[in-house]
């Protein structure tokens, strides 16, 4: 009997060559690993410990969406193991819807309110408000202006769907993640030509195509995506410290930040000498 292959090129990102490679060892034994690691462990034992009052649904739906937040942050370190680059930038896509709301929540009670509890005439008030606060806070664009106006104009029918993501980074304080960094990941959902084309390996010398890199991500190529990461887990956890009253690890969560910072310092140091 012939042994049973288990390579990349039998079967792909489920083979053990994909988390025993040279690569995902480098990875997995970095510092910015271990870091990314003993975040998820702290996010973990807070969640497991925290006492939800289940009469307060700010809580319990604080809680909810940490815990889907928590669960993408643990996809991401999965898949970031195997150099599936691409499907970790999927999962930070919507670790940050998770955490729009979230923060939402945190800064706005009346959101909290009128999203989870409110009728359509609660929705469409606070809408309006967002609308006329828009005549001096201008930070909307003119396509998104247009879109909450649409929404306000089909008063009959307005539903939670209708908060976008855009209304919900607004309320969150976090239009610049919203600006630069979601629509970056979402070239990777929409399998966009620009995202594919990170793939491709051009001749510097012609141009021409050479082969495409669809494994072997360097571990450096991947250092800035777990920190982003871990720094919105970071931000996440934080809100639930705030969030759920007896929930405790503030200490633990600011010598994480401290070190996840010094990464940073490494990494963005390590790019500028290449």
């Given at each position: 009997?012939?042994?049973?292959?288990?390579?990349?090129?039998?079967?792909?990102?489920?083979?053990?060559?994909?988390?025993?490679?040279?690569?995902?060892?480098?990875?997995?034994?970095?510092?910015?690993y271990k870091i990314c690691l003993n975040l998820n462990r702290l996010a973990q034992s807070i969640l497991n410990h925290a006492v939800i009052h289940t009469d307060d649904q700010k809580e319990v739906y604080a809680i909810v969406y940490f815990e889907r937040m928590l669960s993408h942050y643990q996809a991401i370190l999965l898949l970031t193991e195997r150099g599936m680059l691409h499907q970790a930038e999927i999962m930070l896509r919507s670790l940050l819807e998770?955490?729009?709301?979230?923060?939402?929540?945190?800064?706005?009670?009346?959101?909290?309110?009128?999203?989870?509890?409110?009728?359509?005439?609660?929705?469409?008030?606070?809408?309006?408000?967002?609308?006329?606060?828009?005549?001096?806070?201008?930070?909307?664009?003119?396509?998104?202006?247009?879109?909450?106006?649409?929404?306000?104009?089909?008063?009959?029918?307005?539903?939670?769907?209708?908060?976008?993501?855009?209304?919900?980074?607004?309320?969150?304080?976090?239009?610049?993640?919203?600006?630069?960094?979601?629509?970056?990941?979402?070239?990777?959902?929409?399998?966009?030509?620009?995202?594919?084309?990170?793939?491709?390996?051009?001749?510097?010398?012609?141009?021409?195509?050479?082969?495409?890199?669809?494994?072997?991500?360097?571990?450096?190529?991947?250092?800035?995506?777990?920190?982003?990461?871990?720094?919105?887990?970071?931000?996440?956890?934080?809100?639930?410290?705030?969030?759920?009253?007896?929930?405790?690890?503030?200490?633990?969560?600011?010598?994480?930040?401290?070190?996840?910072?010094?990464?940073?310092?490494?990494?963005?140091?390590?790019?500028?000498?290449?």
């Amino acid at each position: 009997m012939t042994a049973t292959k288990n390579t990349f090129q039998e079967i792909g990102f489920l083979a053990n060559e994909a988390v025993t490679n040279q690569q995902a060892q480098e990875l997995t034994s970095s510092e910015c690993y271990k870091i990314c690691l003993n975040l998820n462990r702290l996010a973990q034992s807070i969640l497991n410990h925290a006492v939800i009052h289940t009469d307060d649904q700010k809580e319990v739906y604080a809680i909810v969406y940490f815990e889907r937040m928590l669960s993408h942050y643990q996809a991401i370190l999965l898949l970031t193991e195997r150099g599936m680059l691409h499907q970790a930038e999927i999962m930070l896509r919507s670790l940050l819807e998770a955490l729009f709301s979230l923060v939402a929540f945190h800064r706005h009670n009346d959101f909290f309110d009128v999203f989870v509890l409110g009728d359509q005439n609660q929705k469409l008030r606070f809408l309006k408000q967002i609308r006329e606060e828009q005549r001096t806070l201008d930070t909307y664009t003119d396509d998104e202006l247009k879109e909450l106006d649409r929404i306000i104009a089909s008063s009959d029918n307005i539903d939670r769907a209708d908060f976008t993501v855009f209304m919900k980074a607004d309320l969150a304080g976090m239009l610049n993640e919203y600006r630069t960094l979601y629509p970056l990941l979402s070239e990777s959902v929409h399998s966009t030509l620009h995202s594919l084309e990170k793939d491709l390996i051009i001749n510097p010398k012609n141009k021409e195509i050479d082969d495409i890199n669809v494994w072997n991500k360097k571990p450096e190529d991947i250092y800035p995506l777990l920190l982003s990461t871990a720094n919105y887990m970071s931000m996440g956890l934080n809100m639930i410290l705030q969030l759920v009253p007896n929930a405790k690890g503030e200490a633990d969560l600011q010598t994480i930040d401290n070190k996840l910072q010094g990464e940073w310092q490494h990494c963005v140091s390590a790019v500028s000498h290449r």
